[in-house]
């Protein structure tokens, strides 16, 4: 919903639309930040306690945002959001690969992603309604008793299916991952104003990583099992999910922003324009998930990857005189491409793990995912603005999402072959 509200909320607050992007490329890249923490949290405590505390943080920040009176406010109800929405997408997927055998975990996670999907299907239109009948400060208000909802029956009805471990976090790991990954991330939007700070931004929080990693690998109880990335299919399969994540957020984020700027239409009709793709996402990754379980990925993600490029031609050629039917269909048929890739991607990495081991790995999954998704959608706002041109800006973004896609096609080419 935040996608296609933010030209009217940068107007309605007076800022850059650089700054406005960071209600959501903050909030994606938060939750890249946070999701470290979940493993942690999901083998320390009761799991019903996890879910209540995880619920209870997002109605804060919720109601934050229905208060809020400045932009800054604002985007700190965003970012209270992202730390539960962080933990709880992360909760959300070790449970389910956790409960459901291996050979089901392809159609299980196709469902888990036509929910997730579910979202963003009717988000943007929903959400250009409410901009033009009611104004952005619905989109909490009308959250809100919906989450308000979810914690009571939360509260009465979710079971308790695990028991805690006995496992001691260690704070320092938390405090320099979240240090690195703030300064590291925190950068990418710096580079435009500040060339020396934004590099100096990057390397202290690239040094601070690694030493993060260094620790992990020393410690008896990592906060992150960062190990697992030596699985060959755990460490590739995670790039090809990372890069159709950055296809995803880069195209959702800059088609809002170009039809209202440019083509001058209503947030109404911008929302309109991503309905159909994200309605075909959702339903293709309720039916790619069975026939992964039972052909497996190879031509799954290949035909996706190949239906993506394809889809792309009106996107890097985009015009004033583009029809709004032909970016809509296109759009539909870039979506199903990356549901044939992106579910398949997610059963794949995790088919060569042990179980003891799900809860990192999905911690170490998320967070790579997000933080590129929060990378693409800061980069592709950014590139769109440097040439005069908004349209040429926007190619130039467009051409960028699809050189991830062929670098996605590549790496899977590359897990196709047998390692010596």
């Not at 607050?13 to 946070?34: D, E, K, P, R």
């Not at 700070?197 to 030493?211: E, K, N, Q």
């Not at 050629?317 to 039917?325: G, H, L, Q, V």
Request: glycine letters at 8%; a positive charge.
């Amino acid at each position: 919903m935040m996608l296609t509200a933010l030209p009217v909320i940068q107007k309605a607050m007076h800022v850059s639309l650089n700054a406005a992007q960071w209600l959501t490329a903050g909030y994606t890249l938060l939750i890249g930040v946070i999701t470290p923490l979940s493993s942690n949290l999901y083998e320390k405590f009761r799991n019903r306690t996890v879910f209540l505390g995880i619920i209870t943080t997002f109605v804060l920040g919720t109601l934050l945002g229905c208060l809020a009176q400045n932009f800054l406010t604002l985007l700190l109800a965003r970012l209270v959001q992202a730390l539960a929405g962080g933990l709880l997408m992360s909760f959300q997927m070790t449970t389910m690969v956790s409960i459901y055998p291996p050979q089901k975990r392809g159609t299980i996670l196709g469902l888990s992603g036509l929910v997730v999907a579910f979202g963003p299907a009717i988000g943007p239109t929903l959400s250009g309604f409410i901009m033009t009948t009611l104004g952005w400060r619905y989109l909490f208000y009308l959250v809100l008793p919906l989450m308000v909802s979810i914690l009571i029956l939360g509260y009465i009805f979710f079971p308790n299916f695990k028991e805690p471990q006995d496992i001691k976090i260690d704070y320092l790991s938390v405090f320099i991952s979240l240090l690195g990954s703030s300064l590291a991330l925190g950068s990418l939007t710096v580079f435009q104003n500040n060339l020396a700070v934004a590099a100096t931004m990057l390397i202290s929080g690239l040094v601070i990583l690694y030493l993060f990693v260094r620790r992990q690998l020393k410690l008896e109880q990592p906060m992150l099992k960062v190990t697992i990335f030596k699985v060959r299919s755990f460490r590739l399969m995670t790039f090809v999910g990372m890069l159709a994540f950055v296809a995803l957020l880069g195209t959702e984020a800059m088609i809002p922003i170009y039809t209202q700027n440019v083509w001058g239409v209503s947030s109404m009709v911008s929302g309109l324009i991503l309905l159909p793709g994200a309605l075909c996402n959702a339903l293709a990754a309720a039916i790619v998930g069975p026939l992964y379980d039972k052909h497996g990925p190879k031509y799954l993600i290949i035909s996706g990857a190949i239906l993506m490029l394809i889809a792309s031609i009106p996107l890097v050629t985009i015009s004033k005189d583009t029809s709004i039917w032909v970016l809509t269909i296109f759009y539909s048929f870039r979506m199903i491409g990356n549901a044939m890739v992106f579910s398949p991607a997610m059963s794949e990495a995790f088919k060569a793990l042990q179980l003891r081991e799900i809860s990192h790995a999905t911690a170490l999954n998320n967070t790579l995912r997000q933080t590129s998704g929060a990378v693409a959608n800061t980069v592709v706002v950014v590139l769109a603005g440097i040439p005069a041109s908004f349209t040429v800006g926007t190619r130039l973004s467009m051409w960028v999402i699809v050189l991830a896609v062929v670098l996605m096609l590549g790496i899977f080419l590359q897990y196709l072959r047998k390692p010596a």
